[in-house]
């Protein structure tokens, strides 16, 4: 079966735009989480969708956001960008939420570089 | 946000030594997951621990998860050019709900030739 799709795989914006990025997740699967990569802060949480809900959030400010379709998949939103959120961008889903995340599958990620 | 202590943050070993890294918190966790993650790629899960003093193998990897519930180990033996990457350790925590994992710093392994 096919794995997590992320598009586009690589990006570059420019500081104060707003950037989407994409996941698809694995057939079947009906959570999807997003984390931030970046070298100096390793993978940070940033918020898990279950069913088109939000379930859980981290620590991120109110420009990241995001969002679940019926199909599953889901959309991550960065508004007004900052040279601070170039990072690579990833995306895993599981069957189920919680304690479904032992079957997490990651994507490649999106890698944003804003300039 | 939590994260994991994870040493060592980089090893340069030849090809054929054995590896250990671990990853400590202050904190207890019910489950333990290592994942090796390559170069322009998604992490991947290498193994899971459910119980504590748990000893699991997948391959030539090895984990164990620590009594304490606040550590754990993993270790490679007779290291091979695939195994370059960065490992990443990562804890579920005991609370009831809507758990996330929490994840550790990564340690790089490069091999010299």
């Known amino acids: 079966k096919a794995g997590v799709t992320q598009t586009p795989r690589y990006l570059i914006k420019t500081r104060g735009q707003q950037v989407t990025l994409s996941c698809s997740p694995i057939?079947?699967?009906?959570?999807v989480s997003w984390y931030q990569q970046t070298p100096g802060q390793g993978l940070q949480f940033l918020f898990e969708?279950?069913?088109?809900?939000?379930?859980n959030k981290g620590n991120f400010p109110g420009r990241f956001s995001g969002r679940q379709f019926s199909n599953s998949r889901s959309e991550m939103n960065v508004s007004t960008l900052e040279l601070g959120d170039s990072a690579l961008y990833l995306c895993?889903?599981?069957?189920?939420?919680?304690?479904?995340?032992?079957?997490?599958?990651f994507g490649s990620g999106t890698r944003l570089t804003v300039v | 946000g939590q994260q994991l202590n994870q040493s060592p943050q980089s090893m340069f070993i030849q090809e054929g030594e054995d590896v250990s890294m671990n990853c400590t918190s202050s904190s207890i966790f019910n489950t333990w997951l290592w994942y090796k993650q390559d170069p322009g790629e998604g992490p991947v899960l290498l193994i899971a621990?459910?119980?504590?003093?748990e000893l699991t193998s997948n391959g030539r990897l090895t984990a164990q998860f620590g009594i304490t519930r606040k550590d754990s180990f993993l270790n490679i033996s007779a290291s091979i050019p695939s195994d370059v990457g960065i490992y990443f350790c990562?804890?579920?925590?005991?609370?009831?709900?809507?758990?996330?994992?929490?994840f550790g710093t990564g340690t790089r392994l490069t091999i010299i030739p």
């Open positions: 969708y279950f069913s088109e809900t939000q379930r």
């Open positions: 057939s079947g699967h009906r959570s």
């Open positions: 895993a889903s599981s069957l189920d939420s919680g304690r479904g995340s032992l079957g997490y599958t």
């Open positions: 990562a804890g579920l925590p005991p609370n009831f709900g809507n758990e996330k994992l929490t």
């Open positions: 621990l459910y119980k504590a003093g």
